[in-house]
């Protein structure tokens, strides 16, 4: 379950973006908030990853007071909320694989993110995730070399790599049909 409680947010320019956001979302829950440009819905999903500051209020998911964690308690709880970033938010010069994989990072060790080890679960789960999407035949495409349908798609797979209990969109995609699986006549 996903609760903000009177959730506000001024910047410094002093732009009052939000003010006393308060509701409940029930696990298992889809909702979408629908608004003009500048009505404050990316800053809204960003305050409750805590992306964005907020100015005052609370995020509460499950039983874990998001709006009060710092540092290795705060990195651990981003753990389990997954962002679709409106500007993809990919490294460009990583392969689709790595983009993907990005997801675990929260989960691996320094050194194995480092490296780039990662296990072969996750490595087995990040191929299903782009035959999922479609890109199957672009895992080691560099995230710079596909087009913007794509790499939304990519940015879709690293969230479910996450396998979060949270899923943030901004600005979802139109939905995309798959490819099927190209099959060899021999």
């Given at each position: 379950m996903l609760e903000l409680k009177h959730l506000s947010k001024t910047y410094r320019t002093g732009d009052q973006a939000l003010t006393d956001i308060g509701f409940t979302v029930p696990a298992g829950q889809v909702v979408g908030l629908i608004g003009p440009s500048g009505a404050g819905k990316s800053t809204l999903i960003r305050c409750i990853n805590r992306l964005v500051e907020p100015s005052r209020g609370s995020v509460v998911l499950g039983d874990t007071e998001l709006t009060?964690?710092?540092?290795?308690?705060?990195?651990?709880?981003?753990?389990?909320?997954?962002?679709?970033?409106?500007?993809y938010a990919l490294v460009e010069r990583l392969t689709v694989m790595e983009n993907v994989l990005s997801g675990r990072l929260g989960y691996v060790a320094g050194w194995r993110s480092f490296l780039r080890r990662f296990n072969r679960e996750d490595i087995a789960l990040a191929f299903s995730l782009l035959e999922k999407v479609g890109l199957a035949e672009h895992y080691n495409k560099r995230a710079d070399a596909l087009s913007g349908g794509q790499r939304q798609r990519v940015g879709i797979a690293r969230a479910l790599e996450q396998n979060p209990e949270l899923l943030l969109v901004d600005e979802p995609p139109p939905p995309w049909t798959p490819k099927p699986p190209v099959r060899s006549c021999a």
């Amino acid at each position: 379950m996903l609760e903000l409680k009177h959730l506000s947010k001024t910047y410094r320019t002093g732009d009052q973006a939000l003010t006393d956001i308060g509701f409940t979302v029930p696990a298992g829950q889809v909702v979408g908030l629908i608004g003009p440009s500048g009505a404050g819905k990316s800053t809204l999903i960003r305050c409750i990853n805590r992306l964005v500051e907020p100015s005052r209020g609370s995020v509460v998911l499950g039983d874990t007071e998001l709006t009060t964690l710092r540092g290795r308690a705060l990195r651990k709880a981003r753990r389990r909320i997954g962002m679709i970033f409106q500007e993809y938010a990919l490294v460009e010069r990583l392969t689709v694989m790595e983009n993907v994989l990005s997801g675990r990072l929260g989960y691996v060790a320094g050194w194995r993110s480092f490296l780039r080890r990662f296990n072969r679960e996750d490595i087995a789960l990040a191929f299903s995730l782009l035959e999922k999407v479609g890109l199957a035949e672009h895992y080691n495409k560099r995230a710079d070399a596909l087009s913007g349908g794509q790499r939304q798609r990519v940015g879709i797979a690293r969230a479910l790599e996450q396998n979060p209990e949270l899923l943030l969109v901004d600005e979802p995609p139109p939905p995309w049909t798959p490819k099927p699986p190209v099959r060899s006549c021999a």
